[in-house]
């Protein structure tokens, strides 16, 4: 199959999944082009039937906002047409799936018949889509798609019940290549962080406030207390500033290390005991997965997708959103306890597996299959 792939370029979930999921397609032979704004961060040079189309949005003194979402219809047409692809996968519901519908139905005024696919990833539908100016047209588009997927049955159900949605949705989870986070380096991240074997817990995201990073430095503090370990953040985002304010009031900076945005964050995974995953919604949490694929036991709230994944007792444990106490807790427990640990450890790395791109990659490619049984042949194939 020829295949164009929508998404943000960016580190976020939805755009590390869509890069993940071009490579492994291209792997399995199909002929795989990326239509975004920016070369996507796990984007790989080195595949020969994985294609990159740069949007290009001029700067006009006319608009006050530049019309991105109909320069990415007007270069889906382009790349439609010119590359002979049979469908379209567009990752976010806005502005992807509006603008997929878009440059559908002009191909289909010049006789060309290309249908699209919308995989609805998260605060798209829980954060975005709740906002009244935009709900009509994410229910538009949702509903215009060929095809709709959703990363978690959570998600699935937030979305049929804050949308008008009238079509089926399908959950297809978010996966994991696990060869990318075995045998990792950990010498130099543990002599630079914890030479004296202080306990390392970790926590990834985009620092937005859904994220409640400020509960996961209230966490670290109370474990430091009772037992030596150090606190290690990748990321970048809005409330970096108020957890850095924070860790100075909690006189914690010294054992607090801000990591930045890592393009192989797999190196500090290995080394992590716990991974805290305080947010206040998760629709599927990818960042839980990578931990659990590297053995790492998950310290997180019952919020959305996360019980889809994170089994409370076996490969970490759940609290409350903002239930800084019982997550402290829970660490605690986690740390002090050698045979539990190893435990968890094992049975976390096993949960990951059923979460393998091995499992999950066949699903797109059936999907693909049915969408185009089911449309009508491209007149460019």
Same mark, same amino acid.
């Given at each position: 199959?020829?295949?164009?792939?929508?998404?943000?370029?960016?580190?976020?979930?939805?755009?590390?999944?869509?890069?993940?999921?071009?490579?492994?397609?291209?792997?399995?032979?199909?002929?795989?082009?990326?239509?975004?704004?920016?070369?996507?961060?796990?984007?790989?040079?080195?595949?020969?039937?994985?294609?990159?189309?740069?949007?290009?949005?001029?700067?006009?003194?006319?608009?006050?906002?530049?019309?991105?979402?109909?320069?990415?219809?007007?270069?889906?047409?382009?790349?439609?047409?010119?590359?002979?692809?049979?469908?379209?996968?567009?990752?976010?519901?806005?502005?992807? =799936?509006?603008?997929?519908?878009?440059?559908?139905?002009?191909?289909?005024?010049?006789?060309?018949?290309?249908?699209?696919?919308?995989?609805?990833?998260?605060?798209?539908?829980?954060?975005?889509?709740?906002?009244?100016?935009?709900?009509?047209?994410?229910?538009? =588009?949702? &509903?215009?798609?060929?095809?709709?997927?959703?990363?978690?049955?959570?998600?699935?159900?937030?979305?049929?019940?804050?949308?008008?949605?009238?079509?089926?949705?399908?959950?297809?989870?978010?996966?994991?290549?696990?060869?990318?986070?075995?045998?990792?380096?950990?010498?130099?991240?543990?002599?630079?962080?914890?030479?004296?074997?202080?306990?390392?817990?970790?926590?990834?995201?985009?620092?937005?406030?859904?994220?409640?990073?400020?509960?996961?430095?209230?966490?670290?503090?109370?474990?430091?207390?009772?037992?030596?370990?150090?606190?290690?953040?990748?990321?970048?985002?809005?409330?970096?500033?108020?957890?850095?304010?924070?860790?100075?009031?909690?006189?914690?900076?010294?054992?607090?290390?801000?990591?930045?945005?890592?393009?192989?964050?797999?190196?500090?995974?290995?080394? =992590?005991?716990?991974?805290?995953?305080?947010?206040?919604?998760?629709?599927?949490?990818?960042?839980?997965?990578?931990?659990?694929?590297?053995?790492?036991?998950?310290?997180?709230?019952?919020?959305?997708?996360?019980?889809?994944?994170?089994?409370?007792?076996?490969?970490?444990?759940?609290?409350?959103?903002?239930?800084?106490?019982?997550?402290?807790? &829970?660490?605690?427990?986690?740390?002090?306890?050698?045979?539990?640990?190893?435990?968890?450890?094992?049975?976390?790395?096993?949960?990951?597996?059923?979460?393998?791109?091995?499992?999950?990659?066949?699903?797109?490619?059936?999907?693909?299959?049915?969408?185009?049984?089911?449309?009508?042949?491209?007149? &460019?194939?």
């Amino acid at each position: 199959m020829r295949i164009g792939i929508v998404c943000y370029p960016t580190f976020g979930g939805s755009g590390v999944v869509a890069t993940e999921l071009g490579k492994e397609l291209a792997l399995e032979g199909h002929d795989v082009h990326f239509i975004t704004y920016d070369l996507p961060v796990r984007f790989d040079h080195f595949i020969s039937n994985l294609h990159y189309h740069e949007v290009v949005v001029n700067d006009y003194p006319l608009f006050d906002y530049q019309p991105y979402e109909l320069v990415l219809a007007s270069r889906m047409v382009d790349v439609v047409k010119h590359e002979q692809l049979d469908l379209l996968h567009v990752h976010y519901a806005i502005p992807h =799936a509006s603008a997929a519908y878009m440059a559908r139905e002009i191909l289909r005024s010049q006789g060309i018949n290309i249908p699209f696919i919308t995989t609805l990833h998260g605060t798209d539908i829980t954060l975005v889509g709740k906002d009244a100016s935009f709900e009509p047209v994410i229910t538009f =588009a949702i &509903n215009q798609s060929n095809a709709v997927t959703a990363v978690s049955e959570s998600l699935k159900e937030d979305t049929y019940q804050h949308f008008n949605v009238n079509r089926e949705i399908e959950v297809i989870p978010n996966f994991i290549d696990l060869s990318r986070y075995e045998g990792c380096s950990t010498e130099g991240v543990t002599k630079a962080f914890a030479p004296n074997g202080e306990r390392i817990l970790f926590h990834a995201s985009n620092f937005r406030p859904v994220k409640r990073v400020e509960d996961a430095i209230r966490v670290f503090s109370k474990v430091r207390e009772e037992i030596p370990c150090k606190m290690l953040f990748a990321g970048d985002g809005p409330d970096r500033p108020k957890i850095e304010a924070l860790c100075r009031q909690l006189g914690t900076c010294k054992d607090v290390h801000f990591l930045g945005k890592l393009k192989h964050i797999e190196e500090v995974y290995s080394v =992590a005991d716990a991974f805290i995953l305080p947010s206040e919604t998760e629709s599927f949490g990818l960042a839980a997965l990578e931990a659990m694929a590297s053995h790492v036991p998950v310290i997180s709230s019952n919020t959305g997708g996360i019980p889809e994944i994170n089994i409370h007792g076996e490969t970490g444990f759940m609290s409350n959103v903002g239930d800084i106490d019982d997550m402290t807790a &829970n660490t605690l427990k986690l740390l002090k306890d050698d045979e539990l640990m190893a435990k968890m450890r094992q049975r976390a790395y096993l949960r990951a597996k059923e979460f393998s791109k091995d499992s999950i990659i066949p699903m797109y490619e059936r999907l693909y299959e049915r969408t185009l049984a089911d449309s009508k042949p491209n007149q &460019n194939a």
